[in-house]
């Protein structure tokens, strides 16, 4: 391609809202531009790249046995009606009549679309198991759409469903999607993990992420860096050791009440009594479906509200007013266990082995202090529903945990009968009995993989594109294009390259050289070939752009380089 006529408007400068490094370096490469929040145009380099990555995707899926298909974005509301979900979902499932005044919602995700599809089309066991994707736009209506195309209202996604008759028949088809995904990531150049997460509000079991390791990830991976061990934040679980804080010996004194005029928050606390936070105990005050609970976790650490509801097995808390805290007969700031008889205490495994502790006193502007959990609390149940904190050990091999930002490129779900069953899908077996098939579906945000692979390959200079998902593999400079010479050599090694199966960009606008090699450094394809003054002597330069190495080459020896660069 000859980029005199290539669209791809570079720019110095980028909006100054573009905060995430692949969103700024996306619009000044002119990958992509805006039309509203969060919906984007993807200009020609960037749907090469986007392109190459839907290739990779779709050879993973089709090697691990899943069939492409497409579905619609239109849905009627009917089928979201059917598996409840049309009530579920607020504003950020998006809706629209048509012409006749009939609801349809835009496809956010398509369980509801395959499971119908299936339902009417598979009826016999002989016809399982079978795994379907589609690579598809999808529409959800965030809130704060940010960060370019890594939260987008309008993105490309690969979903995939499988449909088993047993459960070891979903164990087998999960396995297949979990080991495409690791080809996948691995082949696009994403350093990722995959880690245990919460399978939130789509149900199901098991569930596994993909993060792709990023300063700018949304989400915390809490990882093991002796084991395998890895979970996102919202799942993931550690060991605390508490060893007693009060090292004297000496018989503990019982609890003392101290004025605290004022203090109520841990920080507070802290400086006031001049004591880690980890020798003081949160009381946090909720209401678990109309019923009062206190939490009781060590004060250095935040409370998971995922795992709270789940201990509790309620779908919503809310914070207890400041009125209701009064009439559990105490006060909000000075809330503490001590005394509290008549509401439910739930100890978070942190505070277990605390024996010279600060709490709340019931009253204004008064804590207790030396308060020993063993002898003083009582009967506590204790369970795990605290975000791991830094310094926590593996469950499994006993090392420190390390903690980590990623990006959720990947979601992988085993959703079992949770829509076969809700929508009809069943299959008959040997004997003619009915079965609610068993299902798992598995995404992967291609638009937001793109985004991830240009922010972990980029520098000050631009991007650095792994050579599979680069929108070119050479960029072709020729420094004087009113030189015939310069010319000629260029426009001969452009048919050598791409006769042999080279993607050239040939830079052949009037510019200044410097423009032409900050382009070349900006769009960052892997090699860049400059013609220039050694022309005549057949000899070109080479720069290759992750290792910023700048070397000469004879033209005869180019084939075979590029064969060892690329092959
Ligand atoms: C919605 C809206 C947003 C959503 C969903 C539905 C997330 C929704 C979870 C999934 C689960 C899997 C198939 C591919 C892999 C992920 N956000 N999820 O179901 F209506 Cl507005 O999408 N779906």
Redesign the pocket.
Known sequence: MRQQRLLNPTLRDVPGDAEAASHRLMLRAGLIRQLSSGIYSYLPLGLKALQHIQTIVREEMDRAGAQEMLMPALHPAELWKASG?WDV?GP??MRLEDRNGREFALG????EVITTLIKDEIHSYKKLPVTLYQIQTKY?DERRPRFGLLRGREFL?K?AYSFDRSTSGLDASYQAMFDAYVNIFTRCGLQFRAVEADS???GGTDTHEFMALADVGEDTIVHCPSCQYAANLEKATGVITNEGTSSTGLPQAQPTKIHTPGVTSIKQLSQFLTIEPQQIIKSVAIKAEGAPVIVLIRGDLEINEIKLKQVLGVAEITMLSEAEIQALGSIAGFIGPVGLSSVKLLADTSIQGLNNAVVGANEADYHLQHVDVQRDLGELTYVDVRNVGQGESCIHCGNELAFARGIEVG?V?KLGTKYSESLGATFSDENGVSEPMIMG???IGVSRVLAAVIEQHQDERGIIWPNAIAPYSIHLLTVQVKDEAQMTLSEEIYQTLTSAGYSVLWDDREERPGVKFNDADLLGFPLRLTVGKKTSERIIECKERRQGEVYELNVEQLLTHCQSLFN
Do not use: K
């Not at 956010?108 to 369980?111: I, L, P, S, W």
């Open positions: 979900r979902y950020e499932l956010a995700t398509h369980e959800r996604m979903d939130g509000a789509i979601h779900f579906c598995y995404g």
